[in-house]
């Protein structure tokens, strides 16, 4: 009754400020540092500046204000406000998360970092393992449904975008000046979050370097009996305790009529893995990852005939692992690596874009226990937009990917649109591969094993859609989707035969099916001085298997939410805001794997004010506002509700 309440007031909330008649509240910027990009003009779409009525794609935007208003300490937090963007998380505050998109799988959304792509070749599970903390963060783009004729394999449910404010600086660079922030938080369980940032702007020059550290002595985790659990390995009860230490630093210089930007940042992090992996008694894992990330951009100013952009990055993980099983059991420790390399441009001929570009790659694995493992791949790709009319536009790309673990693959893609103003029509589809990660192929352990013969995902996709964007700052999407994907790699759990344990084995499935409804709509408005901003989306989502066994012996296919609803709201008079985000799930079926049905609120109130001409901010913070107890992976438990007071400053 208490969600159900929350939805309600939110649904009111809604209708009583879209009747009223005021102005949007306008965007705010950081000054000296921050760079706008209109919502309505997005890169991740079509891989070039368009805008969003044109590429035929649902893409979701939120600005570095949008984030700044959202109740979140982590990248993660963010990306779980997002419509029809599934976060499957295993611990709170971002120890670790999968993200899912359209019924895929969590290896089935490509993660970018400023155009890179982030996503750890031995395993979905590192995806979130990001080198910048969310104060870095300026811009979220997340393009809904397929992208492989765009980005390559591995976009098969949709894209998420993480851009940076200094990737964001190019050509003159408008305010200058210094920019110092450092802020904090402490809370239940001995939670502590605390972090800076200094960003310092000429004409020619953008340079920024932040840190992050996070931790918390977590919650006890408790069996069947009420009793808490205790390691073998090492003293004391098992918890969801957690330590992440994030830093980064970059550059934007620009160099003649084009523009330099260089990234290198790492993030370390030690965690309670309790039921992490399998829902096993036995587990009572932790463990311990470090990655690395470097990226250097050569881009042209957006002002010449052919913009074109040159970019390399590398990125290394390492993973420290104990399952915990017996006082010998060993650490099993795994080292992925991916360098890539990969170029664009672009010019305009008469009403057709075209846009092209190439990428090649190696990646690799050295694993005490997966083995010692390469591969390179390489595609290139060809992209046109074709303004038919002033209000009909299509958009074509067709990509060509080599994979050793499939061969030369082809992925072509059609959308198009039609802008009625304030109705954009829009409709598309496209085919899709995805490579077996490592894990896949050559885990070998006692309760998952891999199957190197795997062969790759491939499937088509479609969908259909309409955009409602109106000036009282009302805007309403709603999209139809399907897709129907061949040898959609899963799990299937072997159950214990005699002696020896039960496990988990990679298979190739015949066919999955997937269709779906996504609902959104959001308002911005000021109502009598007071700014408001409500987002609510609904995502009905429906999915078949066809395998070898039963569906309910697979461990991953069908853990997506059949219903799931999110939903925010912020109000802002003068100096204080104050705001609630919500979700609600209900799974198509995840026996013993997850919580089935569950919602959770979150809820945070914020002053900001001037002292001595500094800005500050301080806010109170309640997660899980409800006390709910859940899991969204097997049986690891996420936090219960947990009291946070923050302080932060500019200068």
């Known amino acids: 009754m208490q969600l159900r309440a929350f939805f309600v007031s939110c649904s009111l909330l809604f209708v009583l400020a879209v009747s009223a008649q005021a102005q949007p509240t306008p965007d705010t910027a950081d000054v000296a540092f921050e760079v706008q990009r209109a919502e309505d003009v997005v890169v991740t779409g079509s891989r070039v500046a368009s805008p969003i009525q044109e590429t035929g794609r649902r893409v979701a935007v939120y600005t ?28 709170g505050f971002g120890v670790q998360s999968d993200l899912k998109m359209r019924g895929s799988s969590f290896n089935g959304v490509l993660l970018l970092l400023d155009g890179a792509r982030v996503n750890d070749p031995y395993t979905g599970h590192f995806a979130m393992d990001l080198p910048v903390p969310v104060s870095e963060i300026a811009r979220v783009e997340v393009l809904h449904g397929p992208a492989t004729a765009l980005y390559g394999p591995d976009a098969f449910g949709g894209v998420v975008h993480l851009i940076t404010k200094t990737a964001l600086r190019s050509g003159q660079m408008g305010d200058t000046g210094l920019n110092v922030e450092a802020g904090g938080a402490y809370g239940g369980n001995n939670f502590y979050d605390a972090g800076g940032a200094a960003r310092h702007v000429d004409e020619n020059t953008a340079v920024s370097g932040a840190v992050s550290f996070q931790g918390s002595d977590g919650q006890m985790v408790r069996g069947d009996n009420g009793q808490s659990l205790s390691y073998q390995n090492r003293e004391g009860p098992v918890q969801t305790d957690f330590q992440r230490r994030t830093a980064t630093a970059a550059l934007a210089q620009n160099v003649g009529d084009a523009t330099l930007y260089t990234r290198a940042g790492v993030d370390d992090r030690e965690f309670g893995a309790y039921q992490f992996y399998t829902n096993f008694d036995s587990d009572r894992a932790r463990e311990a990852t470090s990655t690395f990330w470097v990226q250097s951009r050569l881009s042209s100013s957006n002002e010449t005939d052919t913009p074109w952009q040159v970019q390399v990055f590398g990125k290394q993980h390492r993973d420290r692992y104990t399952f915990d099983t017996a006082p010998d059991t060993p650490d099993r420790r795994h080292i992925s690596r991916r360098l890539r390399v990969q170029g664009q ?41 074709w303004t038919v009319t002033p209000r009909f536009t299509i958009n074509q790309s067709t990509r060509v990917d080599y994979d050793p673990t499939f061969g030369v693959e082809p992925t072509p893609q059609l959308y198009a649109s039609y802008d009625l103003d304030p109705v954009t029509l829009r409709a598309g589809g496209g085919r899709v591969v995805r490579a077996p990660t490592y894990v896949e192929r050559f885990i070998s352990s006692f309760t998952n094993k891999g199957s190197a013969d795997l062969d790759a995902e491939t499937g088509w996709s479609g969908e259909v859609g309409a955009d409602v964007q109106l000036s009282s700052g009302f805007s309403l999407r709603v999209t139809g989707f399907g897709r129907t994907t061949r040898n959609a790699i899963d799990y299937l759990k072997k159950p214990r035969s005699g002696s020896a344990p039960g496990f988990f084995k990679a298979r190739n499935l015949n066919r999955a099916q997937v269709v779906g409804l996504e609902t959104e709509a959001s308002l911005k408005r000021t109502v009598n001085g007071v700014g408001i901003r409500l987002d609510a989306a609904y995502t009905l989502l429906d999915a078949t298997l066809d395998g070898e066994k039963p569906v309910d012996r697979y461990k991953y296919g069908i853990n997506s939410a059949r219903h799931h609803m999110q939903g925010s709201a912020s109000a802002t008079v003068g100096g204080v805001t104050v705001g609630l985000q919500g979700a609600w799930k209900d799974r198509i079926q995840a026996p013993g794997l997850a919580t089935d049905q569950y919602g959770v609120v979150h809820t945070r109130l914020a002053y900001n004010t001037r002292l001595g001409g500094q800005r500050v901010t301080v806010s109170g913070e309640v997660r899980n506002l409800f006390d709910r107890e859940y899991s969204e992976v097997f049986n690891a438990p996420m936090p219960q509700r947990t009291f946070l007071v923050g302080a932060s400053v500019q200068l």
């Open 64 to 91: 570095q204000q949008d984030i700044e208003n959202l109740s979140v300490n982590s990248v993660d937090q963010l990306l779980d406000v997002v419509g029809g963007l599934d976060l499957q998380s295993r611990g």
């Open 345 to 385: 441009a672009s010019h305009t001929l008469g009403a057709v874009q075209v846009t092209g570009g190439a990428s090649a790659g190696i990646r690799g694995l050295d694993s005490s226990r997966d083995g010692l493992h390469s591969d390179p791949s390489g595609g290139t790709f060809l992209s046109l937009r």
